[in-house]
């Protein structure tokens, strides 16, 4: 017995109508990937702390200076190196916050001072306070464009250069070993000569290399993706370079990004200390979170306050962009989605 | 495919672990005992033995005395070396290797007579020769040692070291000639009053010829290759790490010397270098400023005032600094009192003047003498109201200059302070501090390209003249269009009349008061001030006002135990 | 495999002549002169010594007498330490600083694993906040604090360990510890995602469903596949320890090879900066070779030597 033969002909196929948009579309309630992550963020109590410790500390940088009636650089050798005084909490010894210092010596009394410091004073009189938000000010800033640029030009070229492979990523990479190969310091120094001190030229100096840890990790990993079974099925589906890399390869890339911002954020924090420091940051009397743990750092024995308070803000911040950093990478990870 | 992984990770793993076995046999050949353990001093015998630890902030650049140019190199040059005088606790040169001298009457000519007894730690005589021999080799073409210039008092040095001049490299012109073996004759270009005292300086010492020529390229590259001749011998170098000075067997004063080893080690940090002090492990440290408040109730704690003076230069290119009254506001804004006692705390002294105090005397007066107290002391009511005159005369109200400084962190602080105080006083002054490192600094100051600079300066020989020199119409540390043909004068015929001392005395003090009083030229800030932690056991190290910081031939150890 | 790395030793000495070049100008910018007291100097003074070390030739000429003499394999003279060549200065000192980055990294590398490890498979419980914590502090601390804290309460307040120095195999142990810090928190942390990630992969699920116990999962399969960002950055932070860190050698008083490159810009000792930028240059491309390397090695399906097809 033999069936009929039915001869299979392209005629007998023909293409499915997929518009675009429906490619991926997903059976269940339609709730956007952003949404999602959203409701998966918000469920997460340690990122949720996180959001709030950080959003809590960019607002009294902007606050905390006003509620001070001294300015950043309002000098008064009369009232050096002033521990802690709050007023309320002045008699809860253990605390540290009733002008006691270290020696068990009231310096409020000796030095006759009326006044209540609440982050204290430095080596110059300045009121702690005051330069401890200005200094926070500028560090988020620093912080933020650090990640920008690790994000912008990192991940773009990390990505671009581990996808095309081959010579691009040849070229590309050589181009990478030449500029960490350069030494840093002497484009700094030439730097400094050429520029203003200021914002901009932290930003150049970051610029320059501070992006390449990034670029190399996102490579990496994109480098180990590639190879897949999920880009294939999706190349074989028909999506392109861009949909690949935007949909496929970034979201898979997000753990590592995430934790390479957030270890670019101290370098970068210190880095601008240390600029300031040679003369290419912020012109002093201006400070950063940074130069201020520089410089307290010295007096650690004696004047604790003047070190602790500014690593105890830098500290926290990190603390809770790692905690919200760690909660976006489960809320985004499209793994981990249910 | 899979194989050749395999042989390749284990390549990895071997040529891994060859590195690490090559790191850890290196730290075995470092494991030879060292005398200074963390326990080292308390197992030692009762007899309180004379050894001396210390630290320097650097590696030896050089120990060749005809190139050595750093502090940390004069400092143990000093102690291994000998030249024809040495100085003593007072900064008085003392008889070195020379046992006398005599000068001509016009002051000019000097013949040493070198002692018999004196000898180099290999057992050759130290000689006459050997001073002509060290100062033909620094003053050779070839050589390039940049201290040439510190011998400019000797007669043709500085013709011989000019490109432009005919005798450019003619050693033999030098005025310096070996009678005989134990005479030395020294002829100069003018009776300096000061020369002796030069002589003690690390590029006056001698070399020893044979030796030098036998070691060639290696020469004082290692403490073997170099041969000594003052109250210690270098015998140990490790670069970076460490060196060790003992007591050396051949040296004519040996009975003098009652240290039998000093140790120096390399320490950068000043936290460091204080645990070290702590733990006993160091006997001397150096405090910076911001150190002292913790230590100065610490019953070693000391300080030493120094002949290094601060002040502002303040550059006449800028209109604003060409108007005298703008410059004397300057010069009476800052509180300096309050600036030495709070913010450096470190001993240092306001200073009203250029020249330091306990410096240079004459019959036993100090330079300072005349006007103790300096030009323009510290008066906010008269700065304001020079300051406003000086604005006037610019036709302006308000006035943005920039501040070069240093960017050591005391500089910036000091300089915080100091822009507040002129703020505070000046009103209508903006200050913007510019900090730079040290050569980018220079180089700004060299081409003139500042407004106002934070600057400090120490003496190169025991005269006033080392400090007043600075300022003359384009001098090479004038770099701020300074100029005033009284007081170029006045330094000028200090410089080359010297018959008649105690009036170029008067002349030097005359400009002084012009520079400072007439012309504000300058504005003074402090003599600078040393904080220190010294052990209470260590006796009779000498600081000194010049050339090496201390001498430790006379020093010795009591009461350790 | 052979021909791919052949090539890339090719490229190597390309990217090596480049960085030559782009520093040896640059360098040539930088402002003052090499000579150590160079506040005392007269400007003749300075001309006749620039004329005798050959400085005062125009910058091209000099730069082809540079690489020439490069070529030949001589590094030159340094100027900050006067008669001592090039190549004797860092071969003095690259064995502390090589010693002490090779030992914090076994140690940091070792314990960043462990800890990461342990917080993924405890994710979200109170181990893994605390590793979080450490390791974010680890990083948020600047080094110079923490070593110096160290050196104050284990070499002066309890005496357990010699303060500074570089003599016997103890004086290694607190610079060590205070430069594995963060790679410690590096490593932890980088584990600790990937861990996270690869555990919820199909073939973690099948070889789990073969019967492999948790810890053999975990040790085959899981820590291979994490190794990739890890060895990412550990590659030229290895190069970093190995060629000296500034502030720990600084704090413990090592004679190592960090100090000497800053000293070295800071005086315009050019031999001495072309030399270390060589130095360097070659290990940390040499070292990114390797990692690029490893990736096939531990990831098969990783191939680095062909294009996009």
């Excluded at chain 1, 840890?213 to 370079?241: P, Y």
């Excluded at chain 2, 300066?457 to 300074?482: A, C, I």
């Excluded at chain 3, 620039?50 to 125009?58: Q, V």
């Excluded at chain 3, 003499?69 to 090589?98: C, H, K, M, N, W």
Aim: glycine share 8%.
């Amino acid at each position: 017995m033999s069936l009929p033969k039915h001869e299979i002909s392209t005629e007998l196929f023909q293409p499915a109508q997929v518009r675009k948009e429906n490619k991926e579309v997903i059976a269940r309630p339609s709730i956007s990937f952003w949404k999602d992550a959203w409701i998966r963020l918000r469920k997460n109590k340690a990122a949720v702390t996180g959001l709030i410790i950080i959003v809590f500390i960019a607002l009294m940088a902007f606050i905390g200076p006003q509620m001070s009636k001294y300015g950043f650089n309002d000098q008064d050798l009369m009232r050096v190196n002033l521990p802690p005084k709050v007023q309320g909490l002045e008699n809860i010894s253990f605390l540290g916050l009733d002008g006691v210092d270290i020696r068990g010596m009231d310096q409020y009394k000796l030095k006759q001072q009326k006044d209540y410091f609440w982050f204290g004073t430095d080596a110059l009189g300045r009121d702690q306070w005051t330069r401890i938000w200005e200094g926070t000010q500028v560090s988020l800033l620093i912080a933020f464009v650090a990640a920008i640029l690790d994000l912008l030009i990192g991940i773009t070229y990390g990505g671009i250069s581990a996808f095309y492979g081959g010579k691009t990523d040849n070229y590309m990479q050589r181009f990478i070993e030449i500029l960490i190969g350069i030494p840093n310091l002497v484009i700094i120094i030439l730097l400094i000569l050429i520029l203003k001190p200021g914002i901009t030229s932290i930003i150049i100096a970051m610029a320059i290399s501070g992006w390449t840890g990034m670029a190399r990790i996102v490579r990496a990993q994109i480098l180990k993706l590639k190879g897949q079974e999920f880009v294939l099925a999706s190349r074989t589906l028909g999506a392109g370079d861009k949909r690949l890399v935007s949909k496929h390869l970034i979201p898979n890339v997000l753990g590592p990004i995430i934790i390479t911002t957030t270890f670019t954020i101290p370098t970068a924090i210190f880095f601008e200390a240390f600029l300031s420091f040679i003369g290419l940051g912020l012109r002093p009397p201006t400070a950063s979170l940074g130069s201020l743990v520089n410089e307290g750092f010295r007096s650690l024995q004696i004047f604790p306050h003047l070190m602790l308070i500014p690593s105890i803000i830098i500290s926290l911040l990190m603390i809770s962009f790692n905690m919200l950093g760690d909660g976006l990478r489960d809320a985004l990870d499209p793994k981990m989605r249910k | 495919m899979k194989k050749s992984k395999l042989t390749f990770l284990m390549a990895l793993t071997l040529i891994f672990s060859l590195f690490l076995a090559a790191c850890s046999g290196g730290k075995d050949e470092a494991k030879d005992p060292k005398p200074e353990g963390n326990d080292g001093t308390k197992t030692e015998k009762p007899a309180e033995p004379q050894v001396l630890n210390l630290t320097e902030v650097a590696e030896l650049p050089s120990l060749d005395v005809s190139k050595a140019e750093d502090a940390a190199s004069f400092q143990v040059l000093n102690n291994v070396m000998e030249g024809l005088y040495r100085l003593d606790k007072t900064d008085k040169p003392v008889p070195g290797v020379a046992e006398s001298h005599e000068v001509s009457e016009d002051g000019k000519v000097y013949t040493f007579k070198i002692r018999k007894d004196a000898k180099w730690s290999n057992g050759d005589p130290v000689t006459a020769k050997d001073f002509v021999y060290s100062y033909h080799r620094t003053l050779n073409k070839d050589s390039a040692g940049s201290y040439q210039y510190i011998m400019g008092d000797i007669k043709n040095v500085n013709k011989i070291i000019n490109p432009e001049d005919p005798m450019y490299g003619k050693v033999e012109e030098l005025g310096v000639v070996a009678k005989d073996d134990h005479t030395l004759e020294i002829t100069l270009e003018n009776a300096v009053p000061y020369f002796v005292g030069l002589t003690s300086f690390a590029t006056f010492y001698p070399q020893n010829q044979k030796f030098v020529e036998s070691q060639g390229d290696k020469y004082a590259l290692e403490a073997n290759t170099l041969v000594y001749n003052g109250p210690f011998v270098l015998s140990e170098w490790k670069h970076e790490e460490s060196w060790k000075m003992v007591k050396n067997d051949q040296y004519w004063d040996k009975d003098s010397v009652k240290l039998d080893e000093i140790n120096v080690n390399v320490v950068k940090d000043v936290g460091t270098d204080l645990n070290l002090y702590n733990t006993n492990q160091n006997d001397l440290v150096g405090l910076s400023s911001e150190y002292v408040d913790q230590y100065k109730d610490n019953a070693d704690f000391k300080t030493e005032t120094e002949a290094t003076m601060w002040y502002l230069k303040m550059n006449q290119k800028n209109p604003v600094f060409k108007n005298v009254n703008v410059r004397k506001a300057f010069s009476q804004a800052i509180d300096k009192e309050s600036m030495v006692k709070v913010i450096l705390n470190n001993g240092s002294v306001a200073a009203n003047y250029l020249v330091p105090a306990n410096f240079t005397n004459i019959d036993g007066e100090d330079f300072r003498a005349k006007y103790k107290d300096g030009f323009h002391a510290f008066d906010a009511a008269k700065a304001k109201s020079d300051w406003e005159a000086g604005l006037k005369e610019l036709k302006k109200d308000k006035v943005e200059v920039e501040f070069l400084v240093g960017d050591t962190e005391s500089s910036i602080k000091l300089a915080t302070y100091i822009a507040a105080q002129l703020e505070k006083s000046l009103p209508g002054l903006k200050v913007t501090l510019n900090p730079q490192p040290f050569k980018n600094r220079l180089d700004l100051e060299n081409k003139g390209q500042y407004d106002f600079e934070l600057a400090g300066w120490g003496p190169d020989y025991q005269d006033s003249m080392t400090f007043l020199d600075m300022f003359v119409t384009d001098g090479g540390h004038n770099r701020m269009e300074y100029s005033n043909k009284k007081y170029d004068d006045l330094i000028k015929s200090a410089k080359t009349d010297l018959s008649d001392l105690k009036k170029r005395w008067e002349n030097l003090q005359e400009a002084e008061r012009i520079l400072l009083e007439e012309d504000a030229a300058i504005a003074p800030l402090y003599q600078r001030g040393r904080a220190l932690l010294v052990k209470p056991y260590v006796k009779d190290v000498f600081k000194h006002g010049f050339g090496a910081d201390y001498s430790y031939k006379w020093a010795y150890i009591e009461g350790k135990q | 495999m052979g021909k791919y790395v052949l090539k890339r030793i090719g490229y190597m000495l390309l990217t090596l002549f480049i960085i030559a070049s782009v520093t040896f100008f640059l360098m040539k910018l930088l402002p003052g002169s090499p000579f150590n007291n160079e506040d005392r100097l007269s400007d003749t003074q300075k001309e006749i010594l620039l004329d005798k070390y050959g400085l005062n030739e125009p910058v091209p000429v000099q730069y082809v007498k540079y690489m020439t003499a490069l070529a030949q394999g001589d590094l030159g003279i340094s100027f900050q330490f006067d008669g001592r060549p090039v190549s004797t200065l860092i071969g003095e000192r690259i064995g502390a600083s090589a010693f002490l980055g090779m030992q914090s990294l076994i140690l940091g590398t070792v314990l960043g694993l462990i800890l990461g490890t342990i917080a993924a498979i405890r994710h979200n419980s109170w181990v893994d906040y605390s590793a979080t914590v450490a390791s974010v502090l680890g990083l948020s601390i600047p080094s110079f604090v923490f070593a110096s804290l160290l050196q104050y309460y284990v070499g002066v307040k309890l005496q357990w360990l010699p303060v500074a120095f570089w003599t016997t195999w103890e004086h290694t142990i607190l610079p060590s510890i205070a430069l594995s810090l963060v790679v410690i928190a590096t490593t932890s942390r980088f584990m600790r995602t990937e861990i996270l990630e690869v555990l919820g992969q199909d073939y973690i699920i099948t070889a789990r469903s073969k019967g492999l116990s948790n810890a053999r999962v975990i040790v085959t399969h899981a820590i291979r596949n994490a190794m990739i960002p890890v060895i990412t950055i550990l590659g030229p932070l290895a190069v970093n320890l190995i060629t000296g860190t500034l502030v720990i050698e600084r704090i413990f008083s090592v004679p190592g090879l960090g100090q000497q490159f800053v000293s070295s810009i800071a005086t315009n000792d050019y031999p001495v900066i072309m030399g270390t930028t060589l130095f360097y240059s070659t290990l940390f491309i040499g070292v990114i070779l390797l990692v690029d390397i490893l990736y096939g090695i531990i990831d098969p399906r990783i191939r680095i030597s062909g294009g996009k097809e």
